[in-house]
């Protein structure tokens, strides 16, 4: 296959697992571009990408504008905080306003589940969802699939455990589709509170008890608690989700293999991981980082190909 | 369709020897010389060179690289097929070196142009030269000729140049293909 089954990238649930292979494979064609003295290829020089942010991001937008540039794309960056959101524009007409500078390509996050696949229905250019509200985060998920392949050679037959805020996390579900799309198995850890009820339905294995869930897993995605999308307690305190639910080196090394750790970022250190773990080789935090440039290359070529002349 | 052979593999492997030989009296020991083989199919050509003027002109070091142009060519979104990228490696600096694109068949020059434009990111090489075994003359659509050709073909635009090697289709032929 060399061509995406899909017009944008809306959600890890709307792709075919040979979409995930192509994505992978063009994007070490990235990965070996982005390591020359000279990082840049022209590919994309007559598009022009939106990079729209209706929440706070700092990784993401960074690794989209990046990515985008590395491509030859020219890249036009809004927030909200500083648009015509406030004075009361609705999503559609803030859109195809910018549409209407001849822009191909918009890059969205939004705080409302839903607002991608909304905006494709509503407006003429290839969207790409970089994290509705709770929902999903498809690129971080594929770059994270995508650090697992480079690490331990395959996906597939893989045991990943998710631990932490399931709940309030878009990259949890994503993750979760991506993994089992890729033929791995997925378990998710965290305190009853912060686990979704139906999460069983998705077919993934629910643990409480972290150091089982760890002896069961070669990879352990550690997520960030989201303290600002809790409107209630979840837990009792910070240092008693810590002591539960937080990985230390002790921790690790009591464990009789060497499993990957990952995170999203941003990392609390001392919360949900120690320093030394966020520190230490069996963490791939910062290639999760790398990758995501790469992937995301990947993704945005792949849809601008797509694009008619 | 029909096609008639324009080269056997008796000819090819003279060709590919004469062409050899070329590149030495241009090259000498290859000390500041790279050969960077154009993907996909202009590796083959580069391969065989290196195998020939390691093995029968007894040239110690030959540094072989390959340049994939997918993402510096001129037709993005312009076909109706998507364009597939293959791997590039380069293992070495191609700053002050002399570099030798070899392909297979020099058609409209596009492909070169876009090799011109993706050698840079590896550097500034001191002079770039072209070798191609198949040479199809008047259908340039840009300004560049091969430094060393195997041999020049005239085909019109509805016939096409097919380079076939023993390690992939299982024989050395070079076809013309009439559609």
């Not at chain 1, 648009?83 to 822009?103: A, C, F, P, Y």
């Not at chain 1, 069983?200 to 409480?208: A, D, P």
């Not at chain 2, 960077?36 to 070091?61: C, D, H, M, W």
């Not at chain 2, 076939?164 to 050395?172: K, L, R, T």
Request: contains cysteine.
């Amino acid at each position: 296959m060399s061509e995406l089954s899909v017009d944008h990238l809306l959600g890890i649930k709307y792709l075919k697992r040979e979409d995930i292979e192509l994505i992978f494979e063009t994007a070490d064609h990235f990965k070996e571009v982005i390591n020359r003295p000279i990082k840049k290829v022209p590919s994309l020089r007559d598009i022009t990408i939106a990079n729209l942010f209706f929440e706070n991001s700092t990784r993401t937008r960074l690794s989209f504008e990046l990515a985008e540039k590395r491509l030859s794309a020219d890249v036009i960056n809004f927030s909200a905080a500083q648009s015509s959101v406030k004075k009361g524009e609705t999503l559609i007409d803030t859109v195809n306003n910018i549409l209407s500078m001849k822009v191909d390509m918009v890059v969205m996050r939004h705080p409302n589940p839903g607002a991608g696949v909304f905006l494709s229905k509503n407006v003429k250019a290839s969207i790409i969802n970089a994290g509705d509200g709770a929902h999903e985060h498809p690129t971080q998920a594929l770059l994270d699939s995508y650090s697992i392949r480079e690490r331990l050679g395959d996906v597939e037959g893989k045991n990943v455990v998710i631990v932490g805020d399931i709940l309030h996390s878009r990259v949890a579900l994503s993750n979760i589709f991506a993994l089992q799309l890729q033929g791995a198995n997925v378990k998710v850890c965290g305190p009853k509170t912060l686990i979704p009820k139906y999460i069983g339905n998705l077919g993934v294995g629910v643990e409480t008890d972290l150091r089982k869930a760890l002896e069961w897993c070669d990879v352990a995605n550690m997520l960030r608690v989201q303290n600002e999308r809790m409107d209630i307690s979840y837990f009792p305190s910070t240092r008693e989700y810590t002591q539960q639910y937080g990985v230390s080196k002790a921790l690790l090394d009591s464990l009789d293999k060497e499993i990957v750790i990952m995170h999203p970022g941003p990392i609390n250190r001392g919360v949900e991981i120690t320093s030394d773990v966020a520190d230490s080789k069996q963490a791939i935090i910062l290639n999760q980082v790398e990758n995501g440039v790469a992937v995301r290359m990947a993704v945005v070529y792949l849809l601008a190909s797509k694009i008619k002349q | 369709m029909s096609q008639k052979v324009l080269l056997s593999a008796k000819e090819i492997n003279i060709i590919l020897h004469r062409l050899a030989c070329q590149l030495i009296e241009n090259h000498l020991d290859f000390k500041d010389t790279v050969l960077i083989g154009i993907q996909p199919r202009g590796t083959f050509v580069a391969e065989r060179l290196k195998k020939i003027l390691v093995e029968e002109y007894n040239i110690s070091e030959v540094k072989l690289g390959y340049l994939d142009i997918t993402f510096y060519r001129d037709d993005f979104r312009r076909g109706s097929k998507p364009l597939e990228a293959n791997k590039t490696k380069i293992d070495f600096v191609v700053e002050d070196k002399k570099v030798v694109f070899v392909d297979d068949v020099l058609y409209t020059g596009r492909s070169i142009r876009a090799a011109l434009t993706a050698i840079q990111s590896f550097g500034r090489p001191s002079e770039i030269e072209l070798l191609t075994l198949i040479d199809r003359r008047f259908s340039r659509h840009l300004p560049i000729q091969p430094d060393y050709r195997g041999r020049q073909v005239d085909a019109i635009n509805q016939e096409k140049v097919r380079v076939m090697w023993e390690e992939q289709e299982g024989e050395d032929k070079v076809y013309l293909v009439i559609k």
